[in-house]
Nanobody
Framework: QVQLMESGGGLVQAGGSLRLSCAAS????????MGWYRQAPGKQRELVAS???????RYADSVKGRFTISRDKSKNTLYLQMNSLKPEDTAVYYC??????????????WGKGTLVTVSS
């Protein structure tokens, strides 16, 4: 079964940037869509961005124009470039394998996530 490990989180000031990485075991990520989720304290986990095997991307309205999701299939690695960070972006970020239809849903196991803290 696929295993996921997030990294790259940290403390950054508003307006700064961070690049998150998600290493996936095996080759499942090469044939499935992937997504980034985040969960702030006291909030529900929400989908931030997704990318299909063919490279089609979608973003939550709150991050459009600021975040970019990408993948390197040869390395089984998913990335999330986060620019112009805002305090409301503060959350634990998770990656997962997702299905797109009928709605985007996570289908793999959850990892520990990586914490992103944006100060203001």
């Amino acid at each position: 079964q696929v295993q996921l490990m997030e990294s790259g989180g940290g403390l950054v000031q508003a307006g700064g940037s961070l690049r998150l990485s998600c290493a996936a075991s095996g080759s499942m990520s090469s044939t499935n869509a992937m997504g980034w989720y985040r969960q702030a304290p006291g909030k529900q986990r929400e989908l931030v961005a997704s990318i299909t095997s063919g490279g089609n991307t979608r973003y939550a309205d709150s991050v459009k124009g600021r975040f970019t999701i990408s993948r390197d299939k040869s390395k089984n690695t998913l990335y999330l470039q986060m620019n112009s960070l805002k305090p409301e972006d503060t959350a634990v970020y998770y990656c997962n394998v997702v299905v797109i239809t009928p709605v985007t849903m996570p289908v793999g196991p959850w990892g520990k996530g990586t914490l992103v803290t944006v100060s203001s």
